[in-house]
C-alpha cells in the first residue's frame, strides 16, 4: 500500500502561480496530478513516469503547467504558473503500480486525499 501526501494548494489570483507537491511512500511507476471541479468529473492534468521522467499534459495546461519528479523519485512537483479562474479545484496526487493511459483516473491505483486550489478573476 503507497500513501500519498499533498501539500501546497492555496487560493491566488488569475495570472497567479502555486507549487503543489506530493510525498509517495514507496515506490510507484507512474505519478500523476489530476483535479475535479464540484458538478465536474475527475480529469487528468498531468503525469510522469517515475523511471524514465516522461512526462505528459492535458491540452488546457500546456505550456502553464510543469510536473517534475525531486532527487527522491518519489516526491512529485506541479508548478502551477498563469492560473485562470478555470483551474478552480481540488487537486488530487495520484500513483500507479502500472504503464497504463497515463491521463486516464482508472489508471492509478492510489490516491491522495486532496489540496484546493482557488484562483480567482
Known amino acids: 500500500q503507497v500513501q500519498l501526501v499533498e501539500a501546497g494548494g492555496g487560493s491566488v489570483q488569475a495570472g497567479g502561480t502555486l507549487r503543489l507537491s506530493c510525498a509517495a511512500s514507496?515506490?510507484?511507476?507512474?505519478m500523476g496530478w489530476f483535479r475535479q471541479a464540484p458538478g465536474k468529473e475527475r480529469e487528468g492534468v498531468a503525469a510522469?513516469?517515475?523511471?524514465?521522467?516522461?512526462?505528459y499534459y492535458a491540452d488546457s495546461v500546456k505550456g502553464r503547467f510543469t510536473i517534475s519528479q525531486g532527487d527522491a523519485k518519489n516526491i512529485v512537483y506541479l508548478q502551477m504558473n498563469s492560473l485562470k479562474p478555470e483551474d478552480t479545484a481540488m487537486y488530487y496526487c495520484?500513483?500507479?503500480?502500472?504503464?497504463?493511459?497515463?491521463?486516464?483516473?482508472?489508471?492509478?491505483?492510489?490516491w491522495g486525499q486532496g489540496t484546493q486550489v482557488t484562483v480567482s478573476s
Open positions: 510522469i513516469s517515475t523511471g524514465s521522467g516522461s512526462t
Open positions: 495520484a500513483a500507479a503500480r502500472l504503464y497504463l493511459s497515463p491521463l486516464l483516473p482508472a489508471s492509478y491505483n492510489y
Open positions: 514507496g515506490y510507484t511507476y507512474r
